[in-house]
Structures are given as structure tokens and as C-alpha cells.
């Protein structure tokens, strides 16, 4: 069985800009995930996804956005970059919402 | 607020050697408890799991040691290998939703 993909997996943006991020889960996995990755603070959780709803979301700025398929692919998207969005995007998928959670590659997105 | 604390930060052990990873949360609410593993340039690996009816769980040379009373857990890797050098992270998990908390990660080197 395929793994979580993520595409791109590297990015290269500029201040101001924005970019869309793209996951596709595992084959019949219901519930996506996002977070960011940074080597300040860590892996932070974004939101989360459920039957094309948004079920929860962390403490980030409206600029962060995201959105669920009815074919449980995600995408998340950054509005007006900042230098300090530079980071790896990890998007994780569960079967269900309270099951464990495999994560992909990530996209590495540095922004100049 | 940091929920999950984790440590040592990093951690060098002799192969054939026990590592050992610590990890105290604050809420009383969180109910799964995973280790992810994580090399450069890749997503985290799902490692072992545990909810806090069980005292410890083994899988292979990884085992979890659950202390509900003190809100602490731990990661044993047995008969560390070289490639056990990895960044280990713990995280956990409240209610239905599939947001996970993690800790700052332990980079593990594991020396021949």
C-alpha cells in the first residue's frame, strides 16, 4: 500500500507570495493532518481534516489555510509569506480521526 | 505552553547498548502516547504506541515504560544499532482528535 505523498517536496518562494502544498493520504484513510517543522519549535500542529471538514486547528495565523477533498486529499495554503514560514510541511493520515497517524515526506518550503 | 517535555536532548550510545528517552506531559487529558523516529530528510516513522491502561509495551528491541501517576514515559531501544541514529520524538493525543503534542526530539547516535 502506498504511503502518504506530498508534492512538492521542495519550494522555493519569496516574501509576499503565496504557495499551495499538496497531500494525498493512504488509500482509505478518512483524516488528514498538517504541521509544521521547524528547528525552533519543533513540530507544531496546523490542522486537522475529516470528511472534507476542518475538525481542529492550532495556533497559527490566519494566512494558513487548508482545505479536504471528497477523495480525502488535502491541501494547505500560505498567504503573504514571511521569512520565518521557511520550514518542512509534514502532512499525516489516520483511517479514522482518533487512529494512529503515518506521516509523508514533507515539502521543504524556504521563502526569500 | 509546552505539554510534552522530552529528554535528554541528545544522546550518544554504544552499540549493543540500552538508549533511553524521557517524557512528562501536563495533561491529565492525554490518552495515546506514540514514539515517532525521524531521519534527515524524511517524515516521522510511527515506532510504538501505548495508552495509559497498560503499564509497558515491547515491540522488538523498542519498548515503552508508562507511569500514569507521575506523567511520565520513557523509550527503550535495546541492542542499539547504527541505525538507530535517528531523532526520536514522543508525543501524545487527547479524545477523538488527531492533533498530536510532541516533544523537542532526542537525536540518537548510535557509535560502533
Known amino acids: 500500500k502506498a504511503g502518504v505523498t506530498q508534492t512538492p517536496r521542495y519550494l522555493i518562494k519569496t516574501r509576499g507570495q503565496q504557495v499551495t502544498l499538496s497531500c494525498s493520504p493512504i488509500s482509505g484513510h478518512r483524516s488528514v493532518s498538517w504541521y509544521q517543522q521547524t528547528p525552533g519549535q519543533g513540530l507544531q500542529f496546523l490542522f486537522e481534516?475529516?470528511?472534507?471538514?476542518?475538525?481542529n486547528k492550532g495556533n497559527f495565523p490566519g494566512r494558513f489555510s487548508g482545505r479536504q477533498f471528497s477523495n480525502s486529499r488535502s491541501e494547505m495554503n500560505v498567504s503573504t509569506l514571511e521569512l520565518g514560514d521557511s520550514a518542512l510541511y509534514l502532512c499525516?493520515?489516520?483511517?479514522?480521526?482518533?487512529?494512529?497517524?503515518?506521516f509523508g515526506p514533507g515539502t521543504r518550503l524556504t521563502v526569500l | 505552553q509546552q505539554q510534552v517535555k522530552q529528554s535528554p536532548q541528545s544522546l550518544i550510545v554504544q552499540k549493543g547498548g540500552i538508549s533511553i528517552i524521557n517524557c512528562a506531559y501536563e495533561n491529565t487529558a492525554f490518552d495515546y502516547f506514540p514514539w515517532y523516529q525521524q531521519f534527515p530528510g524524511k517524515g516521522p516513522a510511527l515506532l510504538i504506541a501505548?495508552?495509559?491502561?497498560?503499564s509497558e509495551k515491547k515491540e522488538g528491541r523498542f519498548t515503552i515504560s508508562f507511569n500514569k501517576s507521575a506523567k511520565q514515559f520513557s523509550l527503550h531501544i535495546m541492542d542499539s544499532q547504527p541505525g538507530d541514529s535517528a531523532t526520536y520524538f514522543c508525543?501524545?493525543?487527547?479524545?477523538?482528535?488527531?492533533?498530536?503534542?510532541f516533544g523537542t526530539g532526542t537525536r540518537l547516535q548510535v557509535t560502533l
Open positions: 481534516y475529516f470528511s472534507e471538514t476542518q475538525r
Open positions: 499525516a493520515s489516520s483511517l479514522e480521526m482518533e487512529t494512529p497517524q503515518f
Open positions: 501505548i495508552r495509559p491502561d497498560v
Open positions: 508525543a501524545a493525543r487527547s479524545g477523538t482528535a488527531s492533533k498530536l503534542t
